[in-house]
């Protein structure tokens, strides 16, 4: 079966029942934190699939991953389902489908600033609230730091970017020097 259309269905059912119980934003962060963790940690991954682990050990392992103690009964619930029916080859993708479909569903859009150095708090905000006046949603922001770049920034929201770093700019004066150059050859 095909791995997007059988994790969406799954995501769906969680945000359906998250809606249902008033909890959906402490599972989108749950959610989150399960993501972040399956990216920073991956045997996680791997602890998931064994086989020979018994499902109350890797139930134990998502709920940590989720928030520990604190992960709510509607997160924990989905993941003895997953783990259950056997599913849990698909528990990221489900986990990723919830995120995405939260996002739509709370019109947020995701966007990252990447710099040479720390940009403040100030920029960041009036960046935010621009976003937010041509969306109509909110936004989640995450910067970085990035020496490669040697100045300027690259600013992304959702599936737009917008590259006005210096060593873009170096790039493109190098194309089109070389491509000069061809002709006259």
Known sequence: ???????????????????????EDQVYEEAKRLADTYTLVPDLRQAVENPVLPVKTKLQLICEAAGGASVSKEMKRFAQLVLQERREKFFQFMIMSYIDLYRKQKNISVGKITTVCPVSDEVVNRIRAMVTEKTHGTVEFRTRLDEKLEGGFIFEINFYRMDASIANQIRRVKRQFIAKNRRIV
């Open 1 to 23: 079966m095909y791995i997007g259309v059988f994790s969406m269905r799954y995501a769906k059912a969680l945000l359906a029942y998250a809606n249902e119980s008033g909890v």
